[in-house]
């Protein structure tokens, strides 16, 4: 028997949680994949597949949540009054309410929740009440009808009138419900507004940071404040957009605290990987390329640069065609005496590193004195 009991609470423990589990297996694969693209693909031609896909699979344990607990309101909405009217007359035979539904469980007549009443009817013969396991069946599930049927239901229980025929009244009232589709279809259409009006929202900050970012400078100076500022400043605010759209989430559904949590880190992750995506990367030669532009403009002959990310080689050759120098050189910092005989024109990565740069100017060449940070 032992063995067969521990199947039973692993069981319930699945069906209690599987949405969870869903969503935790989809964002953990998505999350692997994305870092599997960044670590492995960085500079593939795929990489941008593999990103977007991954972001898919990170998605897709909620996108399967919701067209679960979709079909199951739709069949809740056409087959739970009858459920209710066939258990009230199994009841009236059997006079034993877990008896009545292990019966009509058997039967699979009720189309998508059939699995949720032969749950119902193992937790009901474990010894729990009807309302508590509809309670328990309906957080997953999330149905006004139910909800209904359970306030009825402990109103009834403590009259006179027969178990049976408390049954068979509740599944005459559900009619009563269906009446309200039209409602509960006009706050599902704001609900999905709020949604939608949060990623045009977050796409229109997109495009404003790929507009303006690039009149800035990826390094702090004196009189300009840095590219890297502005796609922060850009990001808190769809952060800031996420929360407030969250919190409209969960007025018109009605929800508990928790999902307001839910929303906002479901949006937390969408916004930051939207940002990680879109928005330009502070890479060492195009940080030197601003940083030689720059340069050339001013009266200063030299800049300093530090903790710059080195994700490619950096060669001199793109930097003079971006800038107009006639030459670039490069020394590390350490044969800095040795002067341009020991420079060199290309500064070869097999990994990331950072860089400290120190750019003199020399006219229309420069040299590019560099270490690795400490």
Not at 13 to 28: A, T, V
Not at 314 to 320: F, G, N
Request: hydrophobic content about 45%; aromatic content about 16%; proline content about 1%.
């Amino acid at each position: 028997m032992k063995p067969k009991k521990t199947y039973k609470k692993i069981d319930l423990f699945f069906y209690k949680n599987e949405y969870q589990i869903l969503e935790f297996s989809g964002i953990l694969s998505g999350l692997l994949i994305i870092a599997i693209a960044n670590n492995l693909f960085y500079q593939s031609n795929i990489y941008y597949f593999l990103f977007f896909f991954g972001l898919v699979v990170g998605s897709l344990g909620f996108i399967i949540e919701y067209l679960i607990k979709n079909d199951k309101k739709k069949t809740i909405e056409s087959e739970f009054s009858y459920f209710l009217a066939d258990l009230g007359r199994e009841y009236k035979k059997t006079n034993n309410i877990g008896v009545a539904l292990t019966n009509l469980s058997e039967s699979n007549f009720y189309g998508s929740i059939n699995r949720d009443i032969k749950k119902l009817a193992n937790k009901v013969s474990w010894g729990e009440t009807l309302e508590d396991s509809l309670k328990a069946m309906n957080e997953n599930i999330q149905s006004k009808i139910i909800d209904h049927c359970l306030s009825l239901l402990d109103v009834l229980k403590n009259t006179s009138v027969s178990y049976d025929r408390i049954l068979i009244n509740l599944s005459k009232d559900t009619s009563i419900f269906k009446s309200e589709k039209s409602t509960e279809k006009y706050f599902e259409n704001l609900f999905l507004l709020s949604i939608i009006f949060y990623f045009v929202f977050v796409f229109m900050l997109l495009y404003i940071d790929f507009i303006i970012s690039r009149q800035f400078l990826w390094f702090y100076t004196a009189e300009s404040i840095t590219r890297l500022f502005i796609n922060n400043f850009l990001l808190y605010i769809s952060l800031l957009l996420s929360l407030f759209t969250s919190f409209v989430m969960c007025v018109i559904k009605q929800r508990k605290p928790l999902y307001f949590f839910k929303y906002a880190t479901i949006f937390f992750i969408i916004t930051v990987i939207l940002f990680q995506t879109f928005t330009p990367k502070p890479d060492a030669t195009e940080i030197l390329v601003d940083g030689v532009a720059y340069l050339k403009d001013i009266e200063d002959q030299t800049l300093t640069i530090e903790r710059t990310i080195g994700i490619k080689s950096i060669s001199s050759r793109e930097i003079m065609e971006e800038t107009g120098a006639t030459m670039i050189h490069f020394i590390k910092e350490e044969e800095k005496a040795c002067g341009l005989e020991c420079a060199k024109y290309t500064i070869i990565l097999e990994s990331i590193h950072f860089f400290d740069f120190e750019i003199e100017k020399r006219n229309t060449e420069f040299i590019i004195y560099y270490r690795i940070s400490r």
